[in-house]
Nanobody
Framework: QLQAYGGGLVQAGGSLRLSCAASGRTFSTYVMGWFRQAPGKEREFVATVSRSGGTIVYEDSVKGRFTISRDNAKNTVYLQMNSLKVEDTAVYYC???????????????????WGQGTQVTVSS
């Protein structure tokens, strides 16, 4: 089970840190990812991190502004979001991929478990 939190309302240029806590003892075996879904749009990839944290991929529009990280001892993945823009407004979801043959995962179809989402609203 994944529980995402940390969303809120922030002005453009501000920062937020999202967290996603996982239950169970297999967190370190999952590739983790963050996705987002704006109203009327499909859910889109934001960032993914490998099991060890050593491999990370970002969607182009968030590169240099967002940082994904994980703490396997705390069963938690984070998304630090800086220099937020109005277009970053969306519900943000964390997800877990349990397949051992993948180092990282960018396709939402390949994730097995999803958190409930946390709303991020960036005002101008």
């Amino acid at each position: 089970q994944l529980q995402a939190y940390g969303g809120g309302l922030v002005q453009a240029g501000g920062s937020l840190r999202l967290s996603c806590a996982a239950s169970g003892r297999t967190f370190s075996t999952y590739v983790m990812g963050w996705f987002r879904q704006a109203p009327g749009k499909e859910r889109e990839f934001v960032a993914t991190v490998s099991r060890s944290g050593g491999t990370i991929v970002y969607e182009d529009s968030v590169k240099g502004r967002f940082t994904i990280s994980r703490d396997n001892a705390k069963n938690t993945v984070y998304l630090q979001m800086n220099s937020l823009k109005v277009e970053d407004t969306a519900v943000y979801y964390c997800a877990a991929d349990r397949h051992a043959n993948r180092v990282i995962t960018v396709s939402r179809c390949e994730y097995d478990y999803w958190g409930q989402g946390t709303q991020v609203t960036v005002s101008s």
